[in-house]
């Protein structure tokens, strides 16, 4: 095995991880390294940061992974918690197709190490937070 795409949570084992020649990449939709975890487009839209997505390796952390590229999501005054969503899923496409459209042409993915102590580890945002966030998006655009 060459590559493996995680296309969903889960923390694999390092046994696992060591299988593929090239790696684990990751869509995560936050700005790595600051973002980790859970709920990072909302804690992002919450703090005033970019929101967008980042490719990265698995390593055995959580979101600590060599980072090969991020891309932020413009928001407009129109969009949601679930139309931002729906755009990060386009960029996570986008990201993993140019990678392997480098892989395929013998170019090179940037890759970034991340320092452990540039990042935080977000957990699930509470209703009453979320509900903050959600009138939050429109002067955040």
């Not at 090239?22 to 487009?41: E, Q, T």
């Not at 980042?54 to 959580?62: C, N, Q, V």
């Amino acid at each position: 095995i060459d590559l493996i795409i995680n296309c969903g949570g889960g923390i694999f084992r390092s046994k696992f991880i060591e299988i593929p020649k090239i790696g684990i990449i990751n869509a995560h939709m936050g700005m790595l390294p600051k973002y980790r975890g859970m709920n990072v487009l909302e804690w992002s839209i919450l703090n005033n940061d970019p929101i967008g997505v980042t490719l990265h390796y698995i390593d055995e952390g959580i979101d600590t992974g060599d980072i090969i590229k991020f891309k932020e999501i413009k928001a407009t005054k129109q969009d949601s918690i679930k139309t931002l969503r729906e755009k990060s899923n386009i960029i996570n496409v986008e990201l993993i197709s140019e990678f392997i459209d480098n892989l395929v042409n013998n170019r090179k993915n940037p890759r970034k190490k991340q320092k452990i102590e540039d990042g935080k580890q977000y957990f699930k945002m509470s209703e009453d937070i979320l509900n903050i966030v959600k009138s939050k998006i429109k002067e955040y655009a």
